[in-house]
């Protein structure tokens, strides 16, 4: 029975002294702690230490989605400044506090997600059960937030798995699952089922009755590795010194989160609990206002949102679309049709013989060995969603399907051919959608009867990993199928941003000059090396020559020459998008073509890499002179920054542009797509954001400036001067 109830929580008693806080939120579908739940949490304790019949707390979530998502992050965007978010820190350090001092033994029951706050709060508690079920999850994840665990995380967790171990979860983000807790020891047992949950927590309360509390004051020497570092301070001196040297390399600029998480952590081992607490509250408050925490807070608040859609009126629904055909079955139509099984379509996959099938049958099983190899899933789900998909040779089947995605080859005739037979062959309330990074989808609804239905849907690679897909709405395209595609999409777990056709659509239109801009530095003597070190450095998950060798050096000739018309009267005489091409043609010839053959920008080997020294000889040779004796006469440092410049201004200029246009809903959307679809420094907020954040004033300057001295391409739209025009920035923040 509840003996003890408030909104948010309430505690139940049994009549052995064993109690239970059990958590709900209201209008909630995962609990965070918000006001109310501390306010809830400060009167449970205050009863739970008058109530003298009470002898083990068990704390648990009334809720299937998980225990505790952590802070509410939208408390972040109301700070005035940086004394309310140390008192944010400070009142949840209070409370967990006197969580744990407790006059009673306590016991997490951790199920789902258990982030950030939620782990904070269970390492406040004296003992943790873990389900062993793939949505278990337990991880700090602040520092992708621009901020660190700011209510004893950074001191609690050191405590219960080691160093090493936790300086992992903090600054790598890494989150473990139940059986990963067990062995580390964040958990001390581990339930297999829901029914074994019941066994085990009384193995737990057995435990806490005998032992009573735990209080965890120094770091735990488990391991051998543990005992040999983290045992002396010259050893943890290695430790700290290994974690800084991997920061230098991984961390980029402008990102003081994980240097403020070290030092907290160091502190507190260092000076003690009260030392560091202090330390972790003053981090909060420094990092809570910086750039780096507004714009990753906005991205993790944006990617929380439906899509903006200019399709206002119109209705769609992702229950609508439960059947599904993938029309060729390569790696991006594998990917789209797994994903689809995964979230509950019956999906019928139909390729050109039966080799190409059974190539195309294997793909989509291999990702399903992967998700549970990688215990995304178990082996029972995977195999009931695999029986979900069908192949077939044939036309049969697609008059019973509600939506076809067409992943063929990107050649415009056989995309039209093949949708002329869908409008055929598909009931007249499917939708048909073609899966093209950079096709015209207002050329494949030529000719059709019904181009209403017909629209773009443009997955990454690999679909998998990938969170964005940019639904393409061409002039014919009804708004009921956009909106639809857009609920589909995010029923599949994506983040869909709806985009206007137009060449290279949103993400490629901004990559294409950044790529080109690389190619042209390459040519004036500046090391591709040092190129994608500076661009990871200012935050891209990978290098313009990086990405090339990933996308693969055909796909990116494809996209280049389809994107060229937008481009053609702003490439300098000396390189345009022809001398491009003609590198990638040779590369080709020579079956360079990035990861996929082995050698491309880099030599590939496994995961390891290095530099092809055999392109050099192919980058085009007429670039100006004077501006690559000028580059090459520069220090490395001031050479990469120049160099930098030249790629990030450019992105930021057609980014502008795509907004100008109306490619986009809103500058929000063009920013997310491009962090969404090519990690975009996040911390940066989107290319738009950053130019904001630099003043539109300046970037029209800088550019204005490049283009005085390298040539039209850097000349500044209309679009971006209208915004240094204008008194308001853009996005708004």
């Known amino acids: 029975m509840a003996g003890f109830q408030r909104t948010t929580l309430r505690i139940e008693e049994r009549p052995d002294g064993i109690a239970s806080l059990r958590i709900d939120v209201p209008d909630r579908t995962m609990n965070v702690f918000t006001s109310q739940v501390f306010a809830d949490l400060e009167d449970a304790l205050s009863y739970v230490e008058e109530e003298k019949k009470i002898q083990v707390l068990a704390v648990r979530s009334d809720k299937s989605t998980g225990f505790m998502a952590g802070a509410d992050i939208k408390a972040f965007t109301a700070l005035r400044g940086s004394e309310d978010a140390l008192e944010i820190s400070a009142r949840g350090q209070e409370a967990f506090n006197k969580f744990a001092a407790l006059r009673v033994p306590t016991i997490a029951l951790v199920h789902g997600p258990c982030l950030g706050g939620g782990l904070e709060f269970a390492l406040a508690c004296d003992y943790r059960l873990a389900l062993d079920h793939p949505k278990t999850q337990l991880g700090l994840p602040e520092i992708g937030l621009g901020l660190l665990p700011g209510w004893g995380g950074t001191q609690r967790l050191p405590r219960a798995v080691g160093l090493e171990r936790a300086l992992q979860v903090i600054l790598q983000m890494r989150r473990l699952t139940a059986q990963q807790a067990l062995r580390w020891g964040l958990a001390d047992e581990l339930a297999k089922s829901e029914a074994e949950l019941a066994a085990k927590l009384n193995v737990l309360i057995d435990r806490a009755i005998e032992h009573g509390k735990r209080p965890l004051m120094r770091l735990p020497l488990r391991t051998w590795r543990q005992r040999f570092l983290e045992s002396t301070p010259a050893g943890r001196w290695l430790v700290y010194r290994v974690a800084e040297r991997v920061m230098q390399k991984r961390v980029p ?18 000076e003690g609990l009260a030392a560091g607490l202090k330390a972790e509250r003053e981090a909060i408050a420094r990092l809570a206002i910086t750039p780096a925490c507004r714009n990753l807070v906005k991205l993790f608040l944006l990617s929380e949102k439906p899509s903006k859609s200019p399709e206002k009126s119109a209705t769609g629904s992702s229950e609508s679309i439960r059947r599904v055909a993938l029309i060729g079955a390569g790696s991006m139509g594998a990917g789209i049709a797994q994903l689809a099984a995964v979230r509950g379509c019956d999906v019928v996959v139909q390729e050109v013989n039966d080799a190409a099938l059974a190539a195309g049958m294997q793909k989509i099983k291999a990702l399903f060995d992967k998700a549970v190899a990688s215990r995304v899933m178990t082996e029972d789900a995977a195999r009931k969603q695999l029986a979900a998909v069908h192949g077939t040779t044939k036309w049969e089947g697609l008059g019973e399907v509600d939506l076809v995605v067409e992943a063929v080859l990107e050649d415009m005739e056989l995309k039209r051919s093949v949708f002329r037979e869908l409008e055929q062959r598909a009931r007249p309330s499917a939708i048909l959608a073609t899966n093209t990074s950079s096709l015209s989808v207002t050329q494949i609804q030529q000719g059709l009867q019904h181009p209403e239905r017909v629209a773009g849907l443009h997955f990454f690679n690999p679909v998998h990993k ?49 790529l080109f801009e690389a190619v042209v530095l390459a040519a004036e003597g500046v090391p591709i090396e040092r190129m994608d070190k500076a661009m990871r450095r200012f935050g891209m998950p990978m290098g313009p020559f990086e990405m090339l060798d990933q996308v693969g050096l055909d796909v990116a000739a494809h996209v280049g020459q389809a994107v060229q018309p937008v481009f053609a009267d702003r490439l300098s005489a000396s390189m345009g998008f022809e001398g491009m091409r003609q590198l990638f043609v040779q590369m080709q010839a020579k079956g360079w073509l990035g990861q996929k053959s ?22 085009p040779k007429d670039s100006a002179s004077s501006e690559r004796q000028l580059l090459a006469g520069l220090p490395p440092a001031v050479q990469m920054q120049q160099a930098r410049e030249r790629m990030v201004l450019l992105m930021v200029n057609e980014a502008a542009a795509c907004l100008g246009e109306g490619l986009a809903a809103d500058a929000d959307a063009i920013d997310l797509a491009m962090i969404m679809g090519t990690g975009w420094a996040p911390h940066r907020g989107g290319p738009l954001t950053y130019g904001a954040d630099r003043g539109f004033p300046e970037v029209v300057h800088k550019l204005s400036e490049l283009a005085r001295r390298l040539g039209p391409r850097f000349e500044p739209c209309a679009a971006l001067k209208d915004l240094a025009g204008k008194e308001t920035v853009v996005p708004q923040r």
């Open 253 to 270: 600029e402008d990102m003081p989160a994980p240097a403020e998480a070290l030092r907290a952590v160091r502190t507190g081992l260092s």
């Open 598 to 619: 082995g050698q491309g920008f880099y030599l590939h080997r496994g995961k390891k890499k290095k530099i092809n020294r055999g392109v050099g000889a192919l980058l």
């Open 466 to 514: 990938m969170p964005l897909v940019e639904v393409v709405r061409a002039p014919a395209t009804s708004d009921q199928a956009v909106a639809t595609l857009v609920q589909w999409s995010t029923a599949l777990g994506k983040m869909p941003v709806v985009v206007q056709d137009s060449p290279g659509f949103v993400v490629n239109r901004i990559l294409m000059p950044y």
